[in-house]
C-alpha cells in the first residue's frame, strides 16, 4: 500500500523560504513520476513541478526559479525547496506519485504572509 506523508508547511513572511519533504512507503521514488500539486484558495489544484524516472524536472512558470523538485533516493522523499516566496504562494501542498495509478499525500498548508 502506498502511502506518501507531507511535511514542512507553516507560516512565512513574503521572500523566505521552507522546504516541503514527502516521506513515500510502499514504493521507491526513483522509479515513478513523483512531484507536487498545489490548491491555492478558490481555485483549482494545479502543477507546481515534477521529477520523471530519468531526473527531467518540470515547473510551473509561475514558480521556475524559486522552487527547485528534489528526490533522496536513500530516504525514498520527493523534496521542494521553495524560495522568494510570495503571498501568492498560499496553499495546501499535496505531494503525488505516479505508477498506474496517481497516489496523493493529505497535504500541508502553506502561508505566506505580506
Known amino acids: 500500500q502506498v502511502q506518501l506523508v507531507e511535511s514542512g508547511g507553516g507560516l512565512v513572511q513574503a521572500g523566505g523560504s521552507l522546504r516541503l519533504s514527502c516521506a513515500a512507503s510502499?514504493?521507491?521514488?526513483?522509479?515513478?513520476?513523483v512531484g507536487w500539486f498545489r490548491r491555492i484558495p478558490g481555485e483549482q489544484r494545479e502543477l507546481v513541478a515534477y521529477i520523471t524516472t530519468e531526473g527531467s524536472t518540470n515547473y510551473q512558470d509561475s514558480v521556475k526559479g524559486r522552487f527547485t523538485i528534489s528526490r533522496d533516493n536513500v530516504k525514498n522523499t520527493i523534496d521542494l525547496q521553495m524560495n522568494g516566496l510570495k503571498p501568492g504562494d498560499t496553499a495546501v501542498y499535496y505531494c503525488y506519485a505516479q505508477d498506474s495509478y496517481v497516489h496523493w499525500g493529505r497535504g500541508t498548508r502553506v502561508t505566506v504572509s505580506s
Open positions: 510502499g514504493m521507491h521514488v526513483s522509479d515513478n513520476t
